[in-house]
């Protein structure tokens, strides 16, 4: 399979290191996630997967679990998914299942993708220094390529206007970003500048209204399955349609009504009272 996976040297200290059954299907599970967006046809349905997710079922994972082992180390296909369902509340990856397949996600996918050029570096320091050198150079330059998109993202946002703080585009990133602190702190402070401009993007391209882009927002952080996928605007804005509709789904407390002289949609709980008022627009993302 095409992609690699790094292991932190401290994985040995956790309990799951000790448990070689256990062990070896979290490795199967890390090895099998896609490294990159894609498609998948399951069937007559196309699975669109993210990066650290892939595509499974009981007897699917018991074949690879089974593939080489001898006969008395084979395990049937319920007590596999067993000890899958124990790395679910272990808080490893999540499962979210339909009647045909399921799709698991590796928690914190980008920690197993991180490249540390410090362990390649110290690794050639007991070479001469010529091998050594051209080493470094090859992870500089492996670092820059990685990088591309990400500077000349910066560049384009250079030469275009700043966004103030108090800008509805600046106070939705900021509203992002709160919310995902409120569930992990292993998150570090983004570019606010170039999150602005997404949801820039989310609402005067997409012509996404801010309250329903706030709702959102609430819903997709408290979500366990999407909060760890939608970790920046870029993500929320590419599934927002998809986020909408498995938010009414599940809830089934998102009414749209159509209001008159172009006003603003309501959407009311099945109380009835406000989630969001027309009113209160311009402060929709003032919480930091």
């Given amino acids: 399979m ?23 299907l979290w490795l199967i599970c890390l090895t099998e996630a896609s490294h990159t967006e894609r498609n998948q046809m399951i069937g007559k349905q196309i699975v669109q997967l993210q990066p650290g997710q892939f595509v499974t079922g009981r007897f699917d994972l ?11 180390q084979k395990k049937s296909a319920k007590t596999i998914w067993r000890w899958l369902e124990t790395l679910q509340r272990g808080d490893f990856l999540t499962i979210q299942s339909t009647t045909k397949f399921s799709v698991v996600t590796i928690c914190n996918w980008d920690l197993y993708q991180e490249h540390k050029s410090d362990n390649d570096q110290q690794i050639t320091n007991k070479r ?29 946002l250079s030469e ?4 103030a703080e108090d800008s509805t585009s600046y106070r939705m990133a900021a509203f992002l970003f709160s919310k995902i602190k409120e569930w992990t702190s292993s998150v570090k402070q983004p570019d606010f500048q170039l999150w602005a401009d997404d949801f820039r993007k989310i609402v005067e391209i997409d012509k996404r209204e ?19 996928n939608i970790l920046c605007p870029s993500k929320l804005r590419k599934q927002f349609d998809r ?15 159509q209001s008159c002289g172009g006003e603003m949609n309501e959407r009311r709980s099945d109380n009835g009272s406000d989630i969001v008022g027309s009113e209160q627009n311009y402060d929709l993302f003032v919480r930091r």
């Fill in 160 to 163: 275009r206007k700043r966004y």
């Fill in 243 to 257: 986020l909408v509709i498995e938010m009414e789904s599940k809830a089934g407390k998102l009414k749209k009504t």
């Fill in 2 to 24: 095409d992609g690699w996976i790094c292991i932190h040297r401290k994985i040995r200290k956790n309990s799951i290191f000790n448990d070689m059954e256990l062990l070896r």
């Fill in 62 to 72: 018991h074949d690879m679990y089974n593939a080489g082992l001898k006969c008395d």
């Fill in 128 to 156: 001469p220094s010529n091998d050594q050198q051209v080493t470094i150079n090859k992870n500089v330059n492996h670092y820059n390529n990685d990088n591309n998109d990400n500077n000349e993202e910066k560049k384009r």
């Fill in 210 to 228: 801010t309250e329903l882009v706030k709702i959102v927002i609430e819903w997709v952080t408290e979500d366990t399955f999407w909060r760890k």
